[in-house]
């Protein structure tokens, strides 16, 4: 069996909410959402709390009321919706914390999956929603020594 770095369930449902929302001409509630995704509606309304507090949705009480993204999807990256779905990604512990490894003081490796991980977020950084939904986009990811 291959093992392998993995969004949650809760990221791609965070993409699917934004490619919902993206299509809509007007703010749209978690039913809405829901109905049109076939999610269940407190999924989505978990997901779309944790991408308003992210910055990339925003609300509107009252009758029109609902989530609208503040952002085009060609503007939002993957990063920006894997921080606020899952907080960030990191490729080891140490990546992100030099004290949550034990193994610290005789590793060799720590500085070179620093340099790994940091090409990843790059990469993450560097790639919109739109880029991995329009199927006539293709990503181009210059990888720099």
């Not at 069996?1 to 809509?24: C, D, H, N, R």
């Not at 490894?101 to 977020?121: D, P, Y």
Request: aromatic share 4%.
């Amino acid at each position: 069996m291959q093992s392998m770095i993995k969004m949650s369930k809760l990221t791609e449902y965070g993409f699917i909410v934004i490619m919902a929302l993206e299509k809509s001409q007007s703010p749209s509630s978690a039913d809405s959402v829901s109905q049109l995704t076939g999610l269940e509606t407190p999924t989505v309304s978990k997901v779309m709390k944790l991408l308003k507090k992210a910055g990339l949705l925003n609300s509107k009480l009252g009758a029109n009321g609902g989530y609208y993204l503040v952002k085009k999807k060609s503007d939002i990256s993957l990063n920006e919706v894997i921080i606020a779905m899952e907080g960030g990604m990191s490729l080891t512990e140490c990546a992100d914390d030099d004290e949550a490894c034990h193994f610290m003081s005789q590793c060799h490796m720590s500085s070179g999956m620093k340099k790994v991980n940091q090409i990843l977020l790059e990469a993450l950084q560097s790639v919109s929603v739109s880029d991995i939904w329009d199927e006539q986009d293709r990503i181009n990811l210059e990888i720099k020594s």
